[in-house]
């Protein structure tokens, strides 16, 4: 079984997964991911903690600081989704955020 095919589920649903408590992935979230990282150099992965306002997220950061967030279904997700695709993955709670994403933002302000 594929690893997209574990995330969708046993059963063979298309859409979402059963996580035990914790909100689905819908595939348009693990298909933007996946091409994010398949698309550009040197991608990172943040995985974010749930907050009181959020669930935990999967944050990528390319070699040139653009970068893209999506909600996961769990912490352990986003770290078995970037060590399947071969990237580094972080705990954002315990590494900081790259420089380069701040000054794509930077750059991006000034468009």
Do not use: C
């Not at 059963?11 to 689905?24: I, L």
């Not at 943040?46 to 279904?73: C, F, M, N, Q, Y």
Request: zero cysteines.
């Amino acid at each position: 079984m594929g690893f997209l095919s574990r995330i969708r589920g046993r059963s063979g649903r298309q859409g979402t997964r059963s996580t035990g408590g914790t909100a689905p992935i819908s595939d348009g979230a693990t298909r933007h991911l996946t091409e994010f990282a398949t698309t550009r150099r040197g991608v990172e992965a943040w995985v974010e903690p749930a907050t009181a306002v959020t669930g935990p997220t999967l944050l990528l950061v390319a070699h040139d600081g653009e970068w893209t967030r999506r909600s996961i279904p769990s912490a352990s997700w986003g770290h078995s989704f970037a060590e399947h695709l071969g990237m580094p993955g972080y705990d954002a709670g315990v590494v900081g955020y790259p420089q380069r994403m701040r000054d794509w933002n930077s750059r991006q302000k000034g468009r």
